[in-house]
């Protein structure tokens, strides 16, 4: 696994607030951000492998928003005066220690959530090589098939904001994405499972 320098408290960190029509408003600080729900920019990234398998994660119980909850994206809040690619590459190589494919953009979405609000660019990216998990940030993932990932929708916590950006994505933006060359499938599997 590699070792990533720490780094100072995320809380600290500067974030650009934004409207409803994603133009700049201001910043703020992180923990601020988080503390009075602001409007700020963020992104996902769905990882896929050569096997149309989608990585799916559980956040560390210690993060600052939706802990322990599973996710089927890779992403974070973007900083003050980063871009929206920039912030991508970032988070895949912080997460899962990918470094090298670029992510590739699919569209924007404004999630309005009561803990959580963002206006947050949608990415995938194909990856092969090893995953090794940020510790602060990943407790558990793994690769799934796409039927084994719809099938744990309704067993697992996954999180809100990926979860309603993951049913956009699936039902009215598949084509833009590697999911419209998938087969749909109506039954469930069993799939990758975290530990006990």
Known sequence: MQSHPSSPDPGDEWVDLVDEANRLTGKAQRREVRRQNLLHRGVGILCWNSRNEIYVHRRTRTKDIFPGMYDMFVGGVVGSGESYEGAARREILEELDIDGPEPRHLFHHLYLGPHNRAWVAIYEVEWDGPIHHQESE?????????????????????????????????????????????????????????PG
Not at 162 to 189: A, D, M, T
């Open 138 to 194: 990943v407790e558990w993932g793994a690769f799934m098939t796409l039927e084994d990932l719809l099938s744990k929708i309704g067993e697992w916590q996954f999180v809100p904001d990926g979860l309603e950006i993951f049913e956009r994505l699936y039902h009215q933006e598949r084509r833009q994405s590697r999911l419209g060359s998938l087969p749909v499938s109506s039954k469930g599997g069993g799939g990758a499972g975290p």
